[in-house]
Nanobody, 122 residues
Framework: QVQLVESGGGLVQAGGSLRLSCAVS????????MGWFRRAPGKEREFVAA????????LYADSVKGRFTISRDSAKNTVYLQMNSLKPEDTAVYYC???????????????WGQGTQVTVSS
């Protein structure tokens, strides 16, 4: 059984940066497409970014394109989300998950982590 543990969240001012990490254990890391989603208070969960199993292809939501970068380190079994130029509307709990394909459809993702809170103050 695969386990995902997110870390790196916190409080940051608008315009600042954070890097989230998601450590994967229990199954071969290289077999999964990895993704990040977020859920803001009172809103539905939304797709943020994804990266294929060998890191060649990436996919971003329009709202974060050009500001966020997803990457993965196979040696550390970890996927990262570098978040720059943060805005108050980026405030949410951020979750990582696995999939067999690169897609924005949350129904195709599983093995959700517990989430990490990101709060951006104005």
């Amino acid at each position: 059984q695969v386990q995902l543990v997110e870390s790196g969240g916190g409080l940051v001012q608008a315009g600042g940066s954070l890097r989230l990490s998601c450590a994967v254990s229990g199954r071969p890391f290289s077999s999964y497409t990895m993704g990040w989603f977020r859920r803001a208070p009172g809103k539905e969960r939304e797709f943020v970014a994804a990266i294929t199993s060998i890191g060649i292809d990436t996919l971003y939501a329009d709202s974060v394109k050009g500001r966020f970068t997803i990457s993965r380190d196979s040696a550390k079994n970890t996927v990262y989300l570098q978040m720059n130029s943060l805005k108050p509307e980026d405030t949410a709990v951020y979750y990582c998950a696995t999939s067999s394909q690169i897609t924005m459809d949350g129904r195709e993702w599983g093995n959700w982590g517990q989430g990490t809170q990101v709060t951006v103050s104005s």
